[in-house]
């Protein structure tokens, strides 16, 4: 082969690794949306309404790439006027995983639960699982349930701080 071929032939890997790129980005904004508009609609909405919720969006700290957290962001949850959980997308890659997001309490990030977005084999389709350590075997559908537990216990540890 000579070097024009080479050219050639790395110029269509890399436009192919680009167009895969492309897919798993849409793919994981997609995702870590829809994960966010059902937890501030349809888990939280009625305390949002009452006040008891308040969200916020900023922009992620950290992200393993650029070009796949354009267009996704952190959410804080704050309740109550005090405690606030963050829900922050680390990244894609995962092994076992599509991607990653670290559930915590604000000012208690050593603590952080993870969120692995895991694809359904042969479904097509995606669902949240949480993580508590690496060492879990135990796989966690996480939901609105799961979450409120989640949160009930960590405010439960704070009420005896």
């Known amino acids: 082969m000579g070097f024009r071929e080479k050219l050639v032939k790395l110029s269509e890997i890399n436009q192919h690794r680009?167009?895969?790129?492309?897919?798993?980005?849409r793919?994981?904004?997609?995702?870590?949306?829809?994960?966010?508009?059902?937890i501030t609609e349809d888990w939280f909405g009625e305390y949002m309404k009452e006040g008891y919720v308040?969200?916020?969006?900023?922009?992620?700290?950290?992200?393993?790439s650029?070009?796949?957290?354009l267009g996704t962001y952190m959410m804080v949850l704050n309740f109550g006027g005090g405690v606030s959980a963050v829900l922050e997308p680390i990244g894609t890659n995962v092994?076992?995983?599509?991607?990653?997001?670290?559930?915590?309490?604000?000012?208690?990030?050593?603590?952080?639960?993870s969120l692995l977005l895991i694809?359904?084999?042969?479904?097509?389709?995606?669902?949240?699982?949480?993580?508590?350590n690496r060492k879990q075997r135990e796989q966690i559908l996480f939901d609105k349930k799961t979450?409120?537990?989640?949160?009930?216990?960590?405010?439960?540890?704070?009420?005896?701080?």
């Open 119 to 132: 694809r359904e084999e042969g479904i097509g389709g995606f669902h949240w699982e949480v993580w508590k």
């Open 18 to 25: 680009a167009d895969q790129l492309e897919a798993v980005r």
């Open 147 to 161: 979450f409120e537990e989640i949160l009930d216990e960590w405010l439960e540890r704070l009420a005896k701080v």
């Open 54 to 64: 308040t969200v916020e969006h900023r922009e992620l700290q950290y992200a393993e």
């Open 66 to 69: 650029e070009d796949i957290f």
């Open 95 to 113: 092994i076992g995983a599509f991607g990653k997001i670290e559930l915590y309490l604000r000012g208690h990030k050593d603590k952080n639960i």
């Open 27 to 38: 793919t994981w904004i997609q995702e870590v949306n829809a994960l966010y508009k059902s």
